[in-house]
């Protein structure tokens, strides 16, 4: 784990949905030499705390946790690496806030693929540069048909429907339709809390 600054919001999110995105994130076998489910010591739980709304916008965001918390920033780097080896804490990511870069047209793709080839297609999605966000979500039929989520971002509307094409050509005949809903507003995103 290094310090890094930066204009986006550092997250921290606690085990569930699936995603790929800007951060790190691995499957974490407990036999790693960690506990699954280990006890939260009060530093933990402070450091925790202090980070549930996102890491400070600083140069040094670590130094600023461990002075909230009254440590070292090795020893938040430490219990943070300890927490995300043990699968407490899932991923620490970027958050970035995409209108404020200009990106006007985030959409979220949703495709129709049969059940057999939604891993192969979500893999062949999931690896194009352009795609944030990619996973598997259940169909409702009739009214639903869509498996496979993607989300993309763009600063125009015309550049967006490229970046759409060019996942329906990733596809090919893989994709049996598709929609574009694209967002209208912000909503509050929140990573692990206690």
Same mark, same amino acid.
Not at 21 to 42: I, K
Not at 117 to 125: L, T, Y
Not at 140 to 165: C, G, K, N, T
């Given at each position: 784990m290094t310090e890094r600054g930066g204009a986006e919001r550092g997250r921290i999110e606690r085990p569930g949905a699936q995603r790929r995105s800007q951060g790190a994130e691995r499957p974490r076998p407990a036999s790693e030499g960690q506990s699954r489910n280990p006890a939260l010591d009060a530093l933990d739980r402070a450091i925790v705390l202090a980070t549930q709304d996102g890491l400070p916008i600083t140069e040094r965001p670590y130094h600023a946790v461990a002075e909230t918390v009254g440590t070292s920033a090795e020893d938040v780097m430490a219990r943070m690496t300890?927490?995300?080896?043990?699968?407490?804490?899932?991923?620490?990511?970027?958050?970035?806030? %995409?209108? #404020?870069?200009?990106? !006007?047209?985030?959409?979220?793709?949703?495709?129709?693929?049969?059940?057999? %080839?939604? #891993?192969?297609?979500? !893999?062949r999605v999931g690896g194009l540069d352009f795609v944030s966000h990619c996973y598997q979500r259940p169909r409702h039929l009739p009214d639903w048909p869509y498996s496979l989520f993607a989300m993309i971002h763009a600063r125009e509307r015309a550049v967006a429907d490229q970046l759409v094409e060019r996942i329906a050509e990733c596809l090919g005949p893989l994709s049996r339709g598709h929609l574009v809903l694209f967002s209208s507003r912000i909503l509050k995103k929140t990573g692990l809390r206690l």
């Amino acid at each position: 784990m290094t310090e890094r600054g930066g204009a986006e919001r550092g997250r921290i999110e606690r085990p569930g949905a699936q995603r790929r995105s800007q951060g790190a994130e691995r499957p974490r076998p407990a036999s790693e030499g960690q506990s699954r489910n280990p006890a939260l010591d009060a530093l933990d739980r402070a450091i925790v705390l202090a980070t549930q709304d996102g890491l400070p916008i600083t140069e040094r965001p670590y130094h600023a946790v461990a002075e909230t918390v009254g440590t070292s920033a090795e020893d938040v780097m430490a219990r943070m690496t300890r927490l995300l080896n043990a699968g407490v804490i899932r991923r620490i990511g970027l958050v970035p806030n %995409h209108y #404020a870069l200009g990106y !006007r047209f985030n959409g979220m793709t949703v495709w129709d693929v049969a059940d057999e %080839h939604v #891993a192969e297609a979500g !893999r062949r999605v999931g690896g194009l540069d352009f795609v944030s966000h990619c996973y598997q979500r259940p169909r409702h039929l009739p009214d639903w048909p869509y498996s496979l989520f993607a989300m993309i971002h763009a600063r125009e509307r015309a550049v967006a429907d490229q970046l759409v094409e060019r996942i329906a050509e990733c596809l090919g005949p893989l994709s049996r339709g598709h929609l574009v809903l694209f967002s209208s507003r912000i909503l509050k995103k929140t990573g692990l809390r206690l």
